[in-house]
Structure formats: C-alpha cells, structure tokens
T-cell receptor, first 115, second 111 residues
Framework: DVKVTQSSRYLVKRTGEKVFLECVQD?????MFWYRQDPGLGLRLIYF???????EKGDIPEGYSVSREKKERFSLILESASTNQTSMYLC??????????????FGPGTRLLVL | GQQVMQIPQYQHVQEGEDFTTYCNSS?????IQWYKQRPGGHPVFLIQ?????EVKKQKRLTFQFGEAKKNSSLHITATQTTDVGTYFC???????????FGTGTQLKVEL
C-alpha cells in the first residue's frame, strides 16, 4: 500500500513564525502536491512538484513556498505565518503519467492553528 | 483554474434513504475521479470514469459520467451510517497531472 506521512497531525504557531510542514511518500511517486482544506471551499492546490527540485504554483501559492530536495520528500513552508493560514493542510502524491489518469494518495493531514 | 461545481454542499438523510451528489463542468472533461473523506480523515480514491456515458457500480454506489463528459454523479442506494463523510469529484483538466477538486458534498446519515 502507498503510504504518505506528514510530520505533524496538529500544530499551533504564532503569527510571524516560520512554519515547516513535511511530507514523505514511500512509493517512488514523481508527483507531490500540497493542498489546504477549508469548510465550504473544498481542496485548493497550493503548490505541486513533478520532479526533484521542480515546483509549480497551484491556485493559491501566496504566502507559501515549497522545497523538494529528495524524490520522497516535499516540504511546505510558511515564511511568516498569519492567522488566515489556519487550516487543514493535506499532502498527496501520484505517479507521473500521460493522460492525467493517475489517482492521488493523501497523507493524514496537518491541522495548523496560527494564533 | 478550472472550477468544478458540486451540489449539494450538505445532505442529511435518514438511514435507508438514497443520496446523490452531482458535479458539473463548463468544459469537456477527459475523465473524472471520485474521492471520499471520512470525518477526521483524508480523501481516499473511490473510482475513475473515462468514457462518455460510463456507469460503474461499487456495491450500493453508482457512478455516472455524462454523455457530453461535462457532468458526473454519485448515487448511494439505501444509505448506511458507514457512508457518512464528504464526497469529492476531481477533474484533471488543469493538466500536468494535477486535479481540480469540487467543493465536496458532506453527507450525514441519521438513524
């Protein structure tokens, strides 16, 4: 079974802090994704990566950056956390494929509260 | 980005009643995927539809892809408490192996 793990289930940070969210997958997937999930808004893509050191902006990249130094690890960085970044953060991975038919496998999520 | 409209946002049913959620797109989709997220959990892949007019069944769940490939539905027959959760459709129209998720339908089942 594909396993996607995230470094924390719950996190409390203060406004202005730098926050790192880590995601690791064990299935040698090329693609990795970071989403945030908010009530009534569904899943919104922040950033994704289809290869080591490659990254592309999703729909809501403002206030976030990412790092992918190794294939299995994709980090989301909040340079200066703000209260409007309080949310559930979900990491996902998938195989690289033509035709966009690969399913995504999600981690358990990190619920971040910024005070 | 491409937006997939999903309705309804919430649905409360009595156990044993049927349930349907719909996804609609303004553009033609190459395929559509469905995911389920249990309360406190993470989205889990259910199924993918590719062909125009395709219908697939998983026990009490029936998935349909419209003839024009612009809409899809998930129907649950005789809901059970184990069906509780949020159901998302997702489409790959954004390209690059990305998925755009619908806003989800939250299903609550009461005894």
């Amino acid at each position: 079974d594909v396993k996607v793990t995230q470094s924390s289930r719950y996190l409390v940070k203060r406004t202005g802090e730098k926050v790192f969210l880590e995601c690791v997958q064990d299935m040698d997937h090329e693609n990795m994704f970071w989403y945030r999930q908010d009530p009534g808004l569904g899943l919104r893509l922040i950033y994704f990566s289809y290869d080591v050191k490659m990254k592309e902006k999703g729909d809501i990249p403002e206030g976030y950056s990412v790092s992918r130094e190794k294939k299995e690890r994709f980090s989301l960085i909040l340079e200066s956390a703000s209260t409007n970044q309080t949310s559930m953060y979900l990491c996902a991975s998938s195989k690289l494929a033509s035709g966009s038919r690969e399913t995504q496998y999600f981690g358990p999520g990190t619920r971040l509260l910024v005070l | 980005g491409q937006q997939v409209m999903q309705i309804p946002q919430y649905q409360h049913v009595q156990e044993g009643e049927d349930f349907t959620t719909y996804c609609n797109s303004s553009t033609t989709l190459s395929n559509i995927q469905w995911y389920k997220q249990r309360p406190g959990g993470h989205p889990v892949f259910l199924i993918q539809l590719v062909k125009s007019g395709e219908v697939k069944k998983q026990k009490r769940l029936t998935f349909q892809f419209g003839e024009a490939k612009k809409n899809s539905s998930l129907h649950i027959t005789a809901t059970q408490t184990t069906d509780v959760g949020t159901y998302f459709c997702a489409d790959p129209t954004g390209g690059g192996n990305k998925l755009t998720f619908g806003t989800g339908t939250q299903l609550k089942v009461e005894l």
